[in-house]
């Protein structure tokens, strides 16, 4: 590691605050799946940023509307109309089939904005008495990291000392449609869960798990809100990961991906009982649907569209899951994916996960641990045959690397 290095770490932990531990890489420059360091170093990028890179690094449409809007106009806050937030509604709209849109900024604003929204929704429209809404969330489930959102974590770090927290939610296991019919009251409002769980290590739930679920919201009048802030936008393969078995959400969260990683840009997608309960001065941003946000992304949902993204994730996901499991290593307890959202969970005995991301670091790819033993795979979706042979070349040497 070189004296440059090693001064831009001593000073992020001298100054910054130590709620990450990063991989020891110090990046500057990005294009399409390749991210280079500090020393000029390549790297392959297989987590994306958490999949808000998806359409590549710096992708120059994205990047050509960004600054020929931020020459023109970048904020006016919501007390005004601007001429890029109507056609990113339209846009939107006519994408994902939606019929209200409220524009945020991060994936937790748009998980918080969603959870006021059918709360609402829930005393005016359904009739629930004040103040006994509930929602039903899962178990390992991560829905981003503000205090209304920690509350209903089940994983320890992300709860200890941060109470007291908000009541009205139910926690149930994920993929259990038995426990979902079983949790349902007449107060249920809605129940909010990812389509994979992506933070969790890549959680896919058995075929038909979100058909029966869809089945008894409707049959209970619960709004199912999907959290597509990871998984939405071509991740696996498809638009929305929803389109897998054939339903369509209630309420739908967008983020990440919405612009490309250009600037954080979230949304909330739903039908018009539940936003349409939303009136003035309930409810807002200063930065939320900004002509900036708006222009970036619309460019970034246009090359996904006209760039066939999504249709290059389902066939690179696929050739690089069975790559994956053609991998011959005793550290592997399993592989999992849909599209290029993957995870390799390494047996205990292995070691940490994170020692094998570093290992990779050092043979030209970039990952991250997550949950102990557990490595996400998660590269743009722009990436070649070519790539994904290259990286499965470099998953194979480390994963039955010895470590002893």
Same mark, same amino acid.
């Given at each position: 590691m070189s004296s440059s290095v090693i001064d831009f770490l001593a000073t992020e932990?001298?100054?910054?605050?130590?709620?990450?531990?990063?991989?020891?890489?110090?990046?500057?420059?990005?294009?399409?799946?390749w991210v280079w360091d500090i020393e000029g170093n390549r790297y392959l990028d297989c987590l994306s940023a958490y999949s808000a890179v998806s359409q590549g690094h710096c992708h120059p449409k994205i990047l050509a509307a960004m600054v020929e809007q931020a020459h023109r106009l970048t904020l006016t806050s919501r007390a005004f109309h601007n001429d890029q937030l109507a056609p990113f509604y339209e846009e939107i709209a006519a994408l994902t089939g939606s019929h209200k849109v409220l524009p945020m900024n991060?994936?937790?604003?748009?998980?918080?904005s969603a959870i006021k929204s059918v709360r609402k929704w829930g005393?005016?429209?359904?009739?629930?008495?004040?103040?006994?809404?509930?929602?039903?969330?899962?178990?390992?489930?991560?829905?981003?990291?503000?205090l209304g959102i920690v509350g209903f974590s089940t994983d320890p770090e992300t709860r200890k000392h941060f109470g007291p927290f908000a009541p009205g939610f139910k926690i149930i296991p994920f993929g259990d449609a038995a426990a979902l019919e079983a949790a349902i009251t007449p107060n249920t409002v809605a129940f909010l869960v990812e389509p994979i769980q992506g933070e969790a290590g890549v959680i896919i739930p058995p075929a038909g798990y979100f058909t029966k679920v869809r089945q008894l919201c409707?049959?209970?009048?619960?709004?199912l809100v999907l959290d597509e802030i990871q998984t939405g936008l071509g991740r696996t393969g498809k638009l929305l990961a929803e389109q897998h078995e054939g339903i369509e959400a209630d309420v739908t969260l967008l983020g990440k991906a919405l612009s490309g990683g250009f600037y954080p840009v979230s949304a909330v997608l739903s039908n018009n009982d539940v936003l349409g309960t939303l +009136?003035?001065?309930?409810?807002?941003?200063?930065?939320?649907? #900004?002509?900036?946000?708006?222009?970036?992304? &619309?460019?970034? !949902?246009?090359?996904?569209?006209?760039?066939?993204?999504?249709?290059?994730?389902?066939?690179?996901?696929? +050739?690089?899951?069975?790559?994956?499991?053609?991998?011959?290593? #005793?550290?592997?307890?399993?592989?999992?994916? &849909?599209?290029? !959202?993957?995870?390799?969970?390494?047996?205990?005995e292995a070691g940490r996960a994170r020692r094998y991301c570093e290992a990779l670091q050092a043979k030209g790819i970039l990952a991250k641990d997550t949950h102990e033993h557990t490595i996400r795979i998660a590269p743009p979706l722009v990436i070649t045959s070519d790539q994904v042979d290259w990286a499965l070349e470099r998953f194979a040497a480390t994963l039955t690397q010895d470590f002893s």
């Open positions: 932990r001298r100054l910054g605050t130590y709620n990450y531990e990063p991989i020891g890489v110090v990046l500057s420059r990005g294009e399409g799946v991060s994936g937790a604003e748009a998980v918080e005393y005016e429209v359904k009739g629930v008495p004040d103040g006994q809404a509930e929602i039903i969330v899962c178990a390992d489930n991560f829905h981003g990291r503000t409707t049959a209970s009048n619960v709004m +009136r003035p001065g309930q409810h807002g941003s200063t930065f939320g649907g #900004n002509p900036l946000a708006c222009a970036v992304a &619309r460019a970034a !949902m246009r090359v996904l569209v006209e760039e066939g993204m999504i249709e290059n994730a389902a066939r690179q996901g696929a +050739r690089f899951l069975e790559g994956l499991k053609d991998i011959r290593a #005793n550290t592997i307890r399993e592989v999992r994916g &849909r599209g290029l !959202m993957l995870a390799v969970e390494l047996h205990p």
